[in-house]
């Protein structure tokens, strides 16, 4: 895939012809010193999509984005955004891409509208252009009452809102959301994703990290799930449930020390082990039919084991995470220690 316009005029960049992938990626490695925070990632997201990328902190989702991004350099690997390699042309990468980061890169001191008209003059774009796109900006995030006020007057959605808009002044094709909503309540979190849906609906293309299991299930049309910098799996939400089982029986025992018993229990009647939460006591097990519950629940009561609660569910991307990687989709904070190396 080739470009056969920059658009410098229209302020963005305008792609045409070519595979069709928005962001293709090969081997992707990153070091840092003994770390090895990226270990040979691919990637393949689809133009008109949101693709989300799932994992722990520390899982290497951010130092990926940031290679994507041309922020960090690809120490093994290749990748291209709309064909063009981001290795040999990051000047032409970064009027593709726009970049939202975990933490707000706005100006405290100024207003919502100058931070923008600011980002805007940056970018190359006339005054008066600039102010322009700054109003339009501020009306289709809804801070247009809050645009003369100083930021540091602005909530953390707000000021999350303000980021992302900052992200399209130069009206990219692809844009890159690390961790969109993270500190966010629920209500603003939901306003957040209503966003996002409203961007890939203006023809943007998205690819969004995120911890939140939720999240990846709301938004995503595709997710892979990464752990220890390497990817372990990639689907729809739908393919990565299915494959864990039609139904998950979830048990929490009477007594936490009784879990080994109940696996045994688990592993005679069903053939499989079940997947131990990170909760003292409580057994996920993957049903290929909702029925097998109740072998399930006899065998554990012959053999003695007593359950405090016991449901039968869909899969969530909750249990696709533990039984890929053994545990939840939380960890140790290595972002701020990759990025800063």
Excluded at 6 to 32: I, N
Excluded at 60 to 80: C, Q, S, Y
Excluded at 100 to 107: E, K, N, P
Aim: a negative charge; proline letters at 4%; aromatic letters at 4%.
């Amino acid at each position: 895939m080739s470009i056969t316009e920059l658009d410098r005029a229209g302020g963005g960049a305008v792609v045409s012809g070519g595979t069709g992938l928005a962001v293709h990626a090969e081997g992707l490695v990153k070091t840092f010193g003994e770390h090895r925070a990226v270990d040979g990632i691919d990637l393949d997201v689809r133009p008109g999509e949101i693709f989300g990328v799932l994992g722990p902190n520390g899982a290497g989702k951010t130092t990926t984005l940031r290679m994507l991004a041309t922020l960090l350099k690809i120490d093994a690997g290749r990748a291209e955004i709309f064909g063009v390699d981001v290795v040999g042309n990051p000047h032409v990468i970064r009027q593709l891409v726009g970049v939202t980061g975990q933490y707000a890169s706005v100006d405290e001191h100024l207003t919502a509208r100058e931070n923008l008209w600011l980002f805007g003059r940056l970018l190359g774009i006339a005054s008066p252009r600039a102010r322009r796109i700054a109003t339009e900006l501020l009306e289709q995030f809804g801070l247009e009452e809050a645009a003369n006020k100083p930021i540091a007057q602005f909530s953390g959605g707000m000021r999350r809102r303000l980021d992302l808009a900052a992200s399209l002044i130069s009206r990219p094709p692809l844009i890159f959301l690390d961790e969109p909503t993270t500190g966010l309540d629920p209500r603003t979190r939901g306003q957040m994703w209503d966003t996002i849906r409203g961007l890939v609906a203006d023809g943007c293309t998205v690819l969004l990290t995120t911890q939140y299991l939720d999240e990846a299930d709301q938004l995503a049309d595709r997710v892979a799930v990464i752990d220890l910098g390497r990817k372990v799996a990639e689907g729809t939400p739908d393919e990565l449930k299915t494959a864990v089982g039609n139904s998950t029986l979830q048990l929490l025992l009477a007594e936490p020390g009784e879990v080994p018993a109940a696996a045994e229990v688990v592993r005679r009647v069903l053939g499989s082990d079940p997947v131990l939460s990170p909760e003292r006591g409580r057994l996920n097990v993957a049903l290929d039919q909702a029925d097998l519950a109740a072998d399930v629940l006899i065998a554990l009561r012959t053999a003695g084991v007593s359950i405090t609660s016991v449901s039968v569910a869909k899969p969530s991307l909750d249990e696709v995470f533990l039984a890929l990687t053994g545990h939840g989709a939380d960890g140790d904070d290595e972002n701020s220690r990759e990025e800063n190396r």
